[in-house]
Nanobody
């Protein structure tokens, strides 16, 4: 089992930045690729970003490319999502997820999920 706890969400204005963190426990963190997903009210959960086990490979949704950066610190068992130039359409509950080995944009590939953290961007 892997336990994931997100933090860092909040209410910000358009154009602001925010950094989300996801702390993992329970298994060897460096064996797991990590992903960030989000779900806005009335919408399905969607892919945001993913990172490989060592951090060398990343991928992003087109909607956040160039504004968001995913990173990880395996010594701290933590994955981050740096969000810059936030827009009202980024408002959602953000979830981190873990899967063994390969990074993936498909949420069905992930085995473990956090409880989510709310990000609200006002215009």
């Amino acid at each position: 089992q892997v336990q994931l706890v997100e933090s860092g969400g909040g209410l910000v204005q358009a154009g602001d930045s925010l950094r989300l963190s996801c702390a993992a426990s329970g298994r060897t963190f460096s064996h797991y690729a990590m992903g960030w997903f989000r779900q806005a009210p009335g919408n399905e959960r969607e892919f945001v970003a993913t990172i490989s086990t060592g951090g060398g490979n990343t991928d992003y949704a087109d909607s956040v490319k160039g504004r968001f950066t995913i990173s990880r610190d395996n010594a701290k068992n933590t994955v981050y999502l740096q969000m810059n130039s936030l827009k009202p359409e980024d408002t959602a509950v953000y979830y981190c997820a873990a899967r063994l080995f390969s990074a993936s944009y498909a949420q069905n590939d992930y085995d473990y999920w956090g409880q989510g953290t709310q990000v609200t961007v006002s215009s």
